[in-house]
């Protein structure tokens, strides 16, 4: 492939992976080398074969060992379970049997074996919905490459022994790649696929790489050698740079290394106001797994787990076992933070196999969340049993989503009740006093919040659900997108509404929908009277940060202001203003092209 020489300036726009910026020469990661033949063999090659092909099985083992251990040194446990999942892939039994048997049957060479079951199985869990299906496929490969590398006697010598700085650009990058790779000279990752969720990414943020997935071709478009940026915080790439961006990108990238290393000295800090009001800045999950970067960017608790993806990354119910597990899992780890369990939220855009889902015209208003559980009460049943049995030893408490009216809360309450009864009955320890909450995501809610208040111990307001009803504007849809605003009069009236009644009642109050980690709705919520937020762990620091530099004096101020304008524009542009004032430095500004 060759890249156009003496062109423009191209901006290319993907997915901000992983945080930073970098400007490198670009190192360009052709496809996978290794050709596969089928060798036919004799009846005498047979047993040579075998033996060949448990040698590789054992090397593989042994370097996928390797590699998990480094990853442990270098990034911690988390990521190192990536490498479990190779393991589980390698020491498959059907893998060992099917090779056994086509060698014998078959008498073709062994990696045409492997790799023909190696793609089946890489196949089949690409056509499942989901991006854990499709992380297990990726899996798949990276195990495959490895392991016909070692029967071929190949080293995969792209990465090793660099010797200045350069940018990767792949079309993809397994996490074995990323775990090899030497962040001094790896500056920067770009690969033409992968989400903010893939396993690279995440790696690629646990080692400090700057990363943009997503770019779809940026492959096509660089050579090696030639000088690339790209911002992690953007998405961005620019290729062919011109003398004066490469100029204000250095800049950039100085600005936000020295603005990350002072955010570092925040991490053991409470999060409170120059003033001493303390906010509890928690963080929302969707899966265990990112229960320990919660705690690595200093976030005081999880705010949101959305259990419902235990069920649609796997594709199928979990039982109240495994379900216990997961959430005993999440709970020891944040001990004695708290873990905000939310019951499913299963309907709207997330339906998954396993259960019969009717065809909606308005799936949103639909049969969702709360209405999903109180229907199939034994669902809710299994949940709140394993829930319950989790909150022995951590802080857990229940919340439930999407409630629209009191009645809905109660009959949830009373199945609990019957719940704890049966746990009573077999002897089983929970914790009695557990609270139970109810997020604030319609405005039917937000407007009968006084109500509600005298019958839960806590409220977390869902703002990505709460503007999508309040605004009559799907959230998910792009030609209504200008539209979605949670700076919208009504939005701002109804928090305000919910957070005035709450106090009145006498209960916590938390905002967890996106709002909450945008800092430039920070001052408002914290003036507002927000007494939690519970944001992506990404923003922890960012927040932590503005929250530790204002007066809850000022706050106030700016929300009463804030409430007066009639227009989501005036709201915005008033924010923007007093932010940039405070706030001269903060990425959010100088980071976002
Ligand atoms: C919300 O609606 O704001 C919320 C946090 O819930 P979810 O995004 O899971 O719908
Ligand atoms: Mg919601």
Redesign the pocket.
Known sequence: MSAVKGRHEIELLGVPASPGIAIAPALLLTKDPHKIEARKLKDSEIPAEIERFKKALEKTRVSIEKTRSKAVTQTGDIVARIFDSHLLILEDVMLLEETLERLEKDKISVEAIIDEFMQRMYRSLKAQKGEYFSQRADDVLDVSRRLIANLQGLKDERLVDLKRQVILVAAELSPSDVVQLDPHYVVGIATDLGGETSHTAILTRSLGVPAVTGLRNITELVCTGQEIVINGNSGKAVLFPTEARLKAYRDKRKRFRSFMTRLKKLRELPTETTDGRRIHLMANIELPAETETVLDQGGEGIG?F?TEYLFLTRGSLLSEEDQLKEYRRVAEIMAPNPVIVRTF?LGGDKVMPGLEFPKEQNPFLGWRAIRVSLDLPDLLKAQLSAILQASTPGNVRIMLPLISDLDELRQAKKILEEVKEELRNRKIPFDEAIKVGIMI?VPSAALTADALAQECDFFSI?????VQYTLAVDRGNETVAHLYTGYHPAVLQLLNNTVEAAHKAGIPVAC??ELAGDPLATLLLVGLGLDELSVSPVVLPEIKKIIRSIHSDTAREVAQKALTFNTPREVKRYLLRTMKKLFADLPVWFTRD
């Open positions: 949101l959305r939220d995501e869902g703002t990505n659900d709460l967890c929908g």
